[in-house]
């Protein structure tokens, strides 16, 4: 974060370097925020993709916990 803005400056009394740093200061929080959203959305699909993983499994351990539980004349 920029000095001005930690000091508490007010806008009005900004000099240039003051507002390149707050412009400096934006397209970085811009950034970050952009890259914080690319990776919020990839760890969504990646918990897309092992939630339905563990589903699957789950149903295959179902199926299976089901064949052992048939007599064994049924086949």
């Known amino acids: 974060?920029?000095?001005?803005?930690?000091?508490?400056?007010?806008?009005?009394?900004?000099?240039?370097?003051?507002?390149?740093l707050?412009?400096?200061?934006?397209?970085?929080?811009?950034?970050?925020?952009?890259?914080w959203e690319r990776y919020r959305k990839m760890l969504e699909t990646e918990f897309q993709k092992v939630s339905q993983t563990l589903k699957v499994r789950k149903f295959l351990c179902h199926i299976h916990s089901l064949y052992y539980l048939l007599p064994l004349d049924y086949m």
């Open 1 to 20: 974060m920029c000095n001005c803005l930690q000091l508490e400056k007010k806008p009005d009394d900004y000099n240039e370097e003051d507002l390149k």
């Open 22 to 35: 707050v412009k400096d200061y934006e397209k970085r929080v811009a950034l970050y925020s952009s890259e």
